[in-house]
C-alpha cells in the first residue's frame, strides 16, 4: 500500500511540475489575454460549424474501420454498425474526460455487453481495439511524411515523431506475425492465460486478410484527413488564412501534446505547442494562436463530449461506471474456461490422493 501511495504521490507531482511548466511557458512566451479575448469575438461561426461537421464525419468513418476490423476478428453475427458508433463515441468520451485511455477499455464494455455470449469476446474485442490503433499509426505516419515535406516542424517535436514512427512500424510488424484467423484457430487443450492471449490474438485477424485490412486502413486515413480538414477549417474561423501544410503541422503537434494524457485533454500544453510554432513559422499573432488552439480543443471535445454524452445515456451507463471500467486483470474468464480449469485441478488432486 505504502507503494502504491508513493508511486501516486509520485504522479502527482510530476503532473504538477508540467502543470506549472505550462503556465509559466505560456506566461514567458504567451500573449496580453485580453487579446485572446478580443479574438473569440472574431470568430466566423459558419466555419466552426464545418469543422465540428468534418470532426464528426471523422468519428463515423473511424467508426466504420473499427467495424471491419471486427468483423474479421469475431464469428457471426457481427454486431451493426449503429452499436459500434455507440461503443467507439463512448470511449471517445471517456479519453476526452478522464486521464489514460481509459476509453479503449470503454468501448470494449459497452460493446461485450450487447454482443450474444461468445467464449472470450472481451480478449478478442481487445485485440480489435489494437489492430484498430495500429490502422492510426499508419495514418499517423502518412501525415507525419506529408508535414515533413511541406512544413517546418520544430526542434522539440522531432524526437517524439521518430518514435511515433519507430513504433508505428514495430507495432505494425508485431501485429501481422501475431494475428490468427478465428476460424483456423483450435483452443482445445490449452491453459485459461493461453485461451485468453489466443483470443486477443483473433481480434488483429484482420492483418491475415490483405483487401479488409487495406479497407478498414483506408477508413483510418480517411478518418485522419477528415480531422485535418477540420483543423485547416477551425483555422479560418479565427482568420488564419494558411495552408493546408500550416493545418497539418498543427494537428501533428497536436497530437504530439497529447501522447501522454497527464490531465484531461493536457489543456494548456495544447496551446502552447499550437501557437508557438504558428508564431514562429506562419507570423500568426500569439493571442490568435492560443486562441485558436482553445477553440480548436473546444471543436473536437464538442463531437466527443457531446456525442459521447449522448451514447452514454443510450447505454444506460454513468461516469462514475466509465472509471471503474473493467482491466484486462479484472476481466472475466469464459464460462467454458472455468469449467476446464476446474476439470484439471480436481484431476491434479485425484491423482495426489491414494485410491
Known sequence: MKAVLRSGWMRAVIVLMGAVAVVALLWWRGPAWGAVGDAFTAVEWQWVAAAVGLNLLSVVVRAVAWRTVIVQAMPAPHPRFPLV???????????????????????????????????????????????????????????IAFVVSTAHIPDWAITSLIVVVVAGVALFSIAVISARRHQLSDLGGLSSLRKILRLARHGLGVMREPTAAALACSFQVLGWACQLFAVWTAMRAFGVHKPLPAAGLVLVLMNVATIFPLWPGNVGLVQAAISIPLKQYYNVARATGVAFGFGLQAIEASVGVGVGLIFLAREGLSFAMLRVMPDASQAEIPEPMMHEEAAADAERHRARVPG
Open 85 to 143: 458508433f455507440s461503443a467507439f463515441s463512448v470511449g471517445l468520451f471517456a479519453n476526452a474526460v478522464l486521464p489514460g485511455r481509459i476509453g479503449e477499455l470503454a468501448r470494449v464494455a459497452v460493446l461485450q455487453r450487447k454482443l450474444p455470449e461468445q467464449e472470450g469476446a472481451w480478449a478478442t474485442l481487445l485485440g480489435t481495439v489494437f489492430a484498430h490503433r495500429v490502422f492510426d499509426l499508419v495514418a499517423a505516419i502518412a501525415l
